[in-house]
């Protein structure tokens, strides 16, 4: 159980364009799901608390206008990357809150910005 | 905002000897958790440690959490490929919008 699926798994935009992720808890209902970045041999940066029903929580320094996350339902989160640009090339990662405060994680969107 | 530092940063072992990295926090954590993530995985969820001075044991992985809940352990005994990846922290101040990873620890064994 508690299984998170990410959909891509990448992807290769061109700069300007807009990218959408989702991230689905597919057995069982997360009211907060977690947007992270991760950056090659770095530790994931928590960019988001995405909260079912309500507005995104954002990390200081993440621009909320370009990553939009939306929360619609109790088991899919999207995060749109608007505008991409080469340094948005990273490695995106989400995560679904289970009980006792346990994180399960998606497998990741690679995503690169030519 | 918060660091959590892990120590080391990148270990390079023979199988079978043991391996230790350790999670300090500059202030005292409601819980930690630790997680796993295998070279071009996600992460995996191990262990939560609640309790001060809580220890406890998954086959051949040891977690230990602090008496002070500031630091955490995570210790392997005898280790295999199979351990290859990097382990992080994942440290919690009370609140679920305070959930923040440490800088994690690579482990590569070889035989």
């Known amino acids: 159980g508690a299984v998170v699926s990410q959909h891509p798994s990448w992807v290769i935009c061109k700069s300007g364009t807009s990218v959408k992720i989702e991230c689905r808890s597919l057995?069982?209902?997360?009211?907060?799901m977690f947007w992270y970045r991760q950056f090659p041999k770095q530790s994931l940066m928590l960019m988001a608390t995405?909260?079912?029903?309500?507005?995104?929580?954002?990390e200081q320094g993440v621009e909320k206008d370009k990553f939009l996350i939306n929360h619609a339902s109790l088991t899919l989160s999207t995060l749109t990357v608007t505008s991409a640009h080469p340094e948005d090339s990273s490695f995106y990662i989400c995560?679904?809150?289970?009980?006792?405060?346990?994180?399960?994680f998606g497998p990741g969107t690679r995503l690169t910005v030519l | 905002g918060q660091q959590v530092m892990q120590i080391p940063q990148y270990q390079h072992v023979q199988e079978g000897e043991d391996f230790t990295t350790y999670c300090n926090s500059s202030?005292?954590?409601?819980?930690i958790q630790w997680y796993k993530q295998r070279p071009g995985g996600h992460p995996v969820f191990l262990i939560q440690?609640?309790?001060?001075?809580e220890v406890k044991k998954q086959k051949r992985l040891t977690f230990q959490f602090g008496e002070a809940k500031k630091n955490s352990s995570l210790h392997i005994t005898a280790t295999q490929t199979t351990d290859v990846g990097t382990y992080f922290c994942?440290?919690?101040?009370?609140?679920?919008?305070?959930?923040?990873f440490g800088t994690g620890t690579r482990l590569q064994v070889t035989l």
């Open positions: 995560s679904a809150l289970g009980v006792t405060d346990t994180q399960y």
């Open positions: 057995d069982f209902q997360a009211t907060t």
């Open positions: 995405s909260n079912e029903g309500s507005k995104a929580t954002y």
């Open positions: 202030t005292t954590l409601s819980n």
């Open positions: 440690l609640v309790k001060s001075g």
């Open positions: 994942l440290i919690n101040t009370g609140t679920a919008s305070k959930l923040t």
